[in-house]
């Protein structure tokens, strides 16, 4: 029986293993096994239990001697000891034997300079589809001669740890192992663990080896001029839904590098939220969930398997992945020029920042390493409704290195390039969640295409003194009434209370998390006071 090399990582005595399956006999093997039933559009629709988004409390990084000095340790990159490591390890794969195996090898990184070989072994045949839709797919040729691959993965959500005798939090577990490039996913369905596995690697070996800034962003590209836009944002912000452009090619949806040539895609695949999706806002999502996609958590009625993408009663977190060219204006293969715009997305639920402003080199640098936003329902286990956070890059807990490595390579590239950068609240207006409403989704994109196409080169700015940003007094599109946040609000005494307290935020956390910032930056936040 082939193995295809699982005895090279100890994995032995397994049933069947199946190597790069095509798309169809994966969706075959996953309803031969009871993981899923189809919808009416084709697609795989899935559930994944208790563990309906990331679980950031159980992720590890295995402290060796040769990246104990690299690591940023603290609450987001945990250590555990290469002792318990080996120990979860052993008892995993005792349980994967006498199992079917499911292997993808593919590619993360659409740059051939910087492309990286990833392995990804799965017990469930439903999450090997997913993954064969979200990385890079091998040519036949490219898999013929594919070798050893640079980083491995193994799957195993039917192995629950014991927390008492492993030393983790819960029977769920995600182990990173740089030195024997190797990681554990343990107990979670959840196919984001996986993917965002496969990210938080990049983002250690692309600055350490390559000097490749990795972005939790997503890209897209004017298809005439190539010019090219990157979206930063944490879950739910909008990077899926505002890079998914008609009028312009997607690059991608979620993780890039920005090299000296450019931008590319760490990935073939996108991985979309469901929830209230409609064919009118979002049509290229829409139609993408089709025969090969897997969507999980989404209510689907059992006899005429139509979806009810309205119903959260499972997670807010419904998600749906597919691969990039189901995507009628995709750019393949998922390489873009120097970014001209950036832009931060932000879900403000305070609903006191501005829709859209302009950001100079140091209030760029601050609000990238602030990292601001709203963690939205469902997104980690256990969020219930938006709550403030700050996460520093946007990503945080994919960024295994020291924020300023990232903070330092971005700051470096807009100086260079003349990057202009934009902060956008896709969050509330009107008031804070609960009370207003959620920024109107073609009100966002009329002002991102005014940013990306220079129309905010020649409009009236005000200079909003709370948050130290220049807001656009006018944009296409858009009700000028709009534009300022204070103007929205029905109670403007209750604006100015909670945007001092937002701002207030912003200064305390950047105080506590950046002592040593230079001061230039520092003072290019909001005032408290």
């Known amino acids: 029986m082939e193995t295809y090399g699982l005895e090279k990582l100890g994995i032995t005595n397994t049933g069947t293993v199946y190597r790069n399956l095509n798309v169809a006999r994966l969706v075959e093997e996953s309803l031969k096994r009871g993981e899923g039933i189809l919808m009416?559009?084709?697609?795989?629709?899935?559930?994944?239990?208790?563990?309906?988004?990331?679980?950031?409390?159980?992720?590890?990084?295995?402290?060796?001697?040769?990246?104990?000095?690299?690591?940023?340790?603290g609450s987001v990159n945990v250590a555990i000891s290469e002792e318990k490591y080996q120990n979860?390890?052993?008892?995993?794969?005792a349980y994967l034997q006498q199992k079917d195996l499911f292997i993808f090898d593919g590619f993360a990184g659409a740059d051939e300079k910087y492309t990286r070989k990833f392995r990804i072994i799965n017990e469930l045949a439903c999450q090997n589809l997913f993954i064969h839709q979200l990385l890079i797919r091998p040519t036949a040729e490219q898999l013929e001669t594919y070798g050893d691959a640079d980083f491995t993965l193994?799957?195993?959500?039917?192995?629950?740890?014991?927390?008492?005798?492993?030393?983790?939090?819960?029977e769920a577990a995600i182990i990173v192992n740089?030195?024997?490039?190797?990681v554990l996913i343990a107990g979670s369905r959840y196919s984001g663990e996986i993917k965002k596995s496969v990210f938080s690697v990049m983002n250690y070996l692309m600055p350490v080896e390559e000097n490749v800034l990795p972005m939790h962003c997503s890209a897209?590209?004017?298809?005439?001029?190539?010019?090219?836009?990157?979206?930063?944002?944490?879950?739910?912000?909008?990077?899926?839904t505002l890079s998914a452009d008609p009028s312009r090619k997607l690059i991608g949806d979620d993780e890039h590098g920005w090299s000296e040539d450019g931008v590319f895609n760490?990935?073939?695949?996108?991985?979309?939220?469901?929830?209230?999706?409609?064919?009118?806002?979002?049509?290229?999502i829409y139609n993408a969930i089709r025969f090969g996609s897997q969507v999980e958590n989404v209510v689907v009625d059992p006899e005429t398997r139509v979806p009810d993408y309205d119903d959260g009663s499972l997670t807010e977190n419904t998600r749906v992945g597919y691969p990039i060219d189901y995507i009628n204006n995709a750019q393949i293969p998922g390489k873009g020029g120097i970014p001209k715009v950036v832009i931060f997305l932000t879900a403000d639920a305070f609903g006191v920042l501005p829709p859209i402003s302009r950001l100079d080199e140091n209030a760029a640098m601050y609000h990238f390493v602030t990292g601001f936003t709203s963690k939205l329902a469902g997104t980690e286990r256990g969020i219930q409704e938006p709550q403030p956070t700050f996460s520093t890059l946007f990503g945080e807990p994919f960024m295994p290195l020291d924020p300023s490595v990232y903070a330092t390579m971005l700051g470096e590239k807009i100086e260079k390039y003349g990057t202009?950068?934009?902060?956008?609240?896709?969050?509330?207006?009107g008031g804070p969640y609960g009370v207003g409403s959620r920024m109107k989704l073609s009100y966002t994109r009329a002002m991102i295409t005014a940013a990306l196409n220079g129309s905010f080169d020649s409009v009236e700015y005000k200079h909003d003194e709370i948050f130290n940003v220049d807001v656009p007094q006018s944009c296409p599109g858009v009700p000028s009434e709009i534009m300022n946040p204070r103007d929205t609000w029905a109670d403007k005494d209750a604006y100015d209370v909670s945007a001092k307290k937002l701002a207030k935020m912003f200064a305390d956390n950047f105080a506590k998390k950046y002592p040593n910032m230079p001061k230039e930056i520092a003072e290019a936040g909001p005032k408290a006071e």
């Open 40 to 73: 009416d559009t084709g697609a795989l629709a899935v559930t994944t239990g208790k563990y309906t988004g990331r679980s950031p409390k159980d992720k590890f990084i295995v402290d060796t001697a040769d990246i104990h000095d690299k690591i940023a340790w």
């Open 88 to 93: 979860i390890k052993n008892k995993m794969f």
């Open 154 to 170: 193994v799957v195993a959500p039917g192995f629950h740890c014991v927390p008492e005798a492993d030393g983790t939090n819960s």
């Open 178 to 182: 740089f030195s024997e490039k190797l």
């Open 220 to 240: 897209n590209m004017d298809p005439e001029t190539q010019e090219t836009a990157v979206f930063f944002g944490l879950s739910g912000t909008g990077k899926t």
């Open 266 to 284: 760490f990935e073939g695949g996108c991985y979309a939220k469901c929830i209230n999706l409609n064919p009118e806002n979002e049509p290229d």
């Open 420 to 429: 202009k950068v934009y902060l956008v609240n896709t969050g509330w207006s």
